[in-house]
């Protein structure tokens, strides 16, 4: 939280404890600096999530996936977000074609029922 000051502002002291409610609120700091085009910040927000996944626990790597690609990436075809998807570092690129790979497979699945 100390590198996401705008996030850690958004949470009270017993949200600051929640792995995932954290990680949402710095997938929202993500979410506005890309939506603000700010090229900049958005390659500093990827590279310490970048840095953070490549040497995470089981649970903070989950985190990662779940309450931060997904609520940055997924799905998103707002021009800002499919150029800022193209500037992802290796680790967080493979983890959103995992996460894409994982709910398109649950889509077929679910169209095959």
Known sequence: MAEFPEAAAELDAGERALLHIEMAAVARATSRVIE????????????????????AAPDVENAVYVSYLENVFLWDE??????????????????LFELEGHFAMLASYAADT
């Not at 910040?41 to 840095?51: N, P, S, V, W």
């Not at 707002?78 to 493979?94: D, G, H, N, S, W």
């Open 36 to 55: 603000a085009g700010d090229v900049a910040e958005i390659a500093r927000h990827l590279t310490l999530m970048e840095g953070v996944l490549t040497s």
């Open 78 to 95: 707002r021009p800002a977000f499919v150029e800022a998807r193209k500037t992802l570092p290796p680790r967080l690129a493979r983890g």
